[in-house]
Protein backbone atom coordinates (compact mmCIF):
# COMPACT_ATOMS: atom_id res chain seq x y z
CA UNK A 1 0.00 0.00 0.00
CA UNK A 2 1.00 3.44 -0.53
CA UNK A 3 2.46 5.93 2.02
CA UNK A 4 -0.67 8.05 1.00
CA UNK A 5 -3.11 5.51 1.34
CA UNK A 6 -1.45 4.56 4.72
CA UNK A 7 -1.08 8.21 5.81
CA UNK A 8 -4.01 9.24 8.23
CA UNK A 9 -1.93 12.57 8.80
CA UNK A 10 0.27 14.67 7.07
CA UNK A 11 2.92 14.39 9.91
CA UNK A 12 2.86 10.77 8.80
CA UNK A 13 4.65 11.18 5.77
CA UNK A 14 8.15 10.70 5.36
CA UNK A 15 8.30 13.37 2.32
CA UNK A 16 6.63 15.79 4.69
CA UNK A 17 9.64 14.71 7.70
CA UNK A 18 12.26 15.41 5.34
CA UNK A 19 10.81 18.47 4.08
CA UNK A 20 10.74 19.78 7.99
CA UNK A 21 14.04 18.70 8.67
CA UNK A 22 15.37 20.89 5.41
CA UNK A 23 13.33 23.59 6.38
CA UNK A 24 15.25 23.34 10.11
CA UNK A 25 18.06 22.90 8.03
CA UNK A 26 17.75 26.17 6.18
CA UNK A 27 16.57 28.02 8.91
CA UNK A 28 19.91 27.32 11.28
CA UNK A 29 22.23 27.90 7.75
CA UNK A 30 21.00 31.42 7.48
CA UNK A 31 21.05 32.47 11.19
CA UNK A 32 24.96 32.98 9.80
CA UNK A 33 23.89 35.27 6.82
CA UNK A 34 24.96 38.48 6.48
CA UNK A 35 22.19 41.04 8.17
CA UNK A 36 21.58 42.99 5.34
CA UNK A 37 20.59 39.51 3.84
CA UNK A 38 17.81 39.73 6.12
CA UNK A 39 14.85 40.48 3.68
CA UNK A 40 16.15 39.07 0.60
CA UNK A 41 18.30 35.43 0.32
CA UNK A 42 17.45 34.80 3.77
CA UNK A 43 13.68 35.68 3.66
CA UNK A 44 13.73 34.00 -0.23
CA UNK A 45 15.53 30.66 1.59
CA UNK A 46 13.51 30.16 4.27
CA UNK A 47 9.99 30.81 2.19
CA UNK A 48 10.79 28.55 -0.19
CA UNK A 49 11.95 25.53 2.57
CA UNK A 50 8.82 26.53 4.76
CA UNK A 51 6.44 26.27 1.43
CA UNK A 52 8.16 22.34 1.20
CA UNK A 53 6.20 21.02 4.23
CA UNK A 54 3.17 23.25 4.25
CA UNK A 55 2.12 22.49 0.65
CA UNK A 56 2.84 18.87 1.08
CA UNK A 57 0.52 19.33 4.04
CA UNK A 58 -2.31 21.29 2.74
CA UNK A 59 -2.33 18.88 -0.69
CA UNK A 60 -3.30 15.69 2.04
CA UNK A 61 -5.55 17.81 3.78
CA UNK A 62 -7.51 18.31 1.22
CA UNK A 63 -10.27 15.90 -0.34
CA UNK A 64 -9.23 14.91 -3.53
CA UNK A 65 -6.47 12.91 -4.81
CA UNK A 66 -6.08 15.82 -8.04
CA UNK A 67 -5.54 18.05 -5.36
CA UNK A 68 -3.33 16.41 -3.27
CA UNK A 69 -1.46 15.82 -6.38
CA UNK A 70 -1.45 19.63 -7.61
CA UNK A 71 0.16 20.56 -4.23
CA UNK A 72 3.16 17.67 -4.35
CA UNK A 73 3.62 19.54 -7.76
CA UNK A 74 4.24 22.93 -6.02
CA UNK A 75 6.08 21.78 -2.92
CA UNK A 76 8.38 19.84 -5.48
CA UNK A 77 8.49 23.24 -7.76
CA UNK A 78 9.92 24.89 -4.34
CA UNK A 79 12.42 21.97 -3.73
CA UNK A 80 14.20 22.92 -7.01
CA UNK A 81 13.56 27.15 -6.26
CA UNK A 82 15.38 26.53 -3.14
CA UNK A 83 19.05 24.32 -4.75
CA UNK A 84 18.95 27.65 -7.01
CA UNK A 85 18.29 29.70 -3.43
CA UNK A 86 21.24 27.93 -1.94
CA UNK A 87 23.78 27.39 -4.90
CA UNK A 88 23.06 31.55 -5.13
CA UNK A 89 24.19 31.54 -1.19
CA UNK A 90 27.51 29.61 -2.02
CA UNK A 91 28.58 31.83 -5.00
CA UNK A 92 28.05 34.68 -3.27
CA UNK A 93 30.26 32.90 -0.47
CA UNK A 94 27.67 32.65 2.54
CA UNK A 95 27.61 29.04 2.59
CA UNK A 96 30.43 26.70 3.22
CA UNK A 97 30.92 23.49 1.01
CA UNK A 98 29.63 21.01 3.55
CA UNK A 99 26.56 23.05 3.98
CA UNK A 100 26.02 23.26 0.91
CA UNK A 101 26.33 19.44 0.07
CA UNK A 102 24.20 18.51 3.31
CA UNK A 103 21.26 20.94 2.45
CA UNK A 104 21.50 19.41 -1.26
CA UNK A 105 21.27 16.46 -0.66
CA UNK A 106 18.52 16.93 2.22
CA UNK A 107 16.84 18.77 -0.64
CA UNK A 108 17.18 16.08 -3.13
CA UNK A 109 16.49 13.44 -1.03
CA UNK A 110 13.04 15.29 -0.03
CA UNK A 111 12.33 15.71 -4.08
CA UNK A 112 12.53 12.18 -4.46
CA UNK A 113 10.11 10.83 -1.75
CA UNK A 114 7.96 14.12 -3.19
CA UNK A 115 7.76 12.65 -6.79
CA UNK A 116 7.20 9.02 -5.37
CA UNK A 117 4.05 10.04 -3.31
CA UNK A 118 2.88 12.22 -6.17
CA UNK A 119 3.16 9.30 -8.36
CA UNK A 120 1.79 6.63 -5.74
CA UNK A 121 -1.42 8.65 -6.21
CA UNK A 122 -4.09 7.09 -8.58
CA UNK A 123 -6.04 10.39 -10.06
CA UNK A 124 -8.88 8.58 -12.15
Known amino acids: ?3 SKRARNYRDLVAWQKAMDLAQL ?3 LTNTFPVDERFTLTS ?3 RCATSIPSNIAE ?3 RYSQPDFKRFLSIAHGSVRELE ?3 LLAERLGYLEDQAVK ?3 DLAAEAGRLIR ?4 SIKTA
Open 44 to 46: QLR
Open 1 to 3: MSD
Open 84 to 86: TQI
Open 102 to 104: QSL
Open 59 to 61: GQG
Open 116 to 119: GLAN
Open 26 to 28: VYQ
